[in-house]
């Protein structure tokens, strides 16, 4: 269900593009790419009965690589992109293992155009992580689920130094979430739910 909604998401923006880019300027090319760094701040609240376990995932820096399509000057679509990432996992303060992480995004935004090269945005979207190498932990004895469908929100700014070059900032709240199992048995839910405040170069084309 989680990967149907998620589809139906994807389709509902896609079925925007004919009719919005009709206002899109034909002397406008639609397309922006992103390189970012991204700082991952783990909330690992811990529900469930999680916490007599103290299970939390490590904070720190991931690369990032984000696609937007303009279908108006104002209305855009993002895709939040990256490879696989390595995720630190502790055990009552101390690392236990590492698993692996690919959270891809998709947005759909609202920019501000009318404060010259200072381009404000906000956005809200859907993600679905998928997690791998998810018996890693304490030598295969815990195990995390194999996926986390969630909402998305975003705020974030371009400032555009011509009409291809600018730096941006960015932060997104992701809802992510996962059951973790201790020999074969469920001990509770790790509410991962990230901030992720990022800096990077915009390249609009």
């Given amino acids: 269900m989680r990967i149907k909604s998620l589809v139906a998401a994807i389709a509902a923006v896609a079925s925007l593009a004919p009719v919005a880019a009709q206002a899109q ?10 390189a970012r760094a991204v700082y991952t701040d783990w909330q690992n609240g811990q529900a469930n009965g999680l916490d007599a376990y103290n299970i939390t995932a490590q904070k720190g820096w991931i690369p990032e690589l984000d696609i937007s399509y303009f279908f108006t000057k104002n209305i855009a679509t993002e895709l939040v992109l990256t490879y696989p990432q390595n995720v630190n996992i502790n055990v009552g303060g ?11 995004s998709l947005v759909l935004q609202y ?3 009318d404060l010259g090269a200072f381009k404000p945005y906000v956005g809200a979207g859907v993600n679905y992580t998928i997690f ?3 018996n890693n932990i304490l030598n295969g004895a815990a195990s995390v689920s194999q996926s986390s469908f969630g ?16 730096v941006n900032v960015d932060v997104k709240y992701i809802t992510m979430s996962t059951d973790v199992t201790l020999n074969g048995a469920n001990i509770g839910k790790l509410n991962l739910n990230p901030w992720t405040p990022g800096v990077g170069v915009t390249y609009k084309f």
């Avoid at 300027?25 to 992103?34: I, L, T, Y």
């Fill in 94 to 104: 101390n690392k236990q293992g590492t698993i692996k992480a690919l959270p891809p």
């Fill in 151 to 166: 909402v998305v929100g975003q705020i974030g700014a371009d400032y555009m130094f011509d009409k291809n070059w600018g």
């Fill in 111 to 113: 920019h501000f155009t």
């Fill in 132 to 134: 791998s190498d998810r």
């Fill in 25 to 34: 300027s034909s002397s406008d090319n639609p397309w922006m790419v992103r």
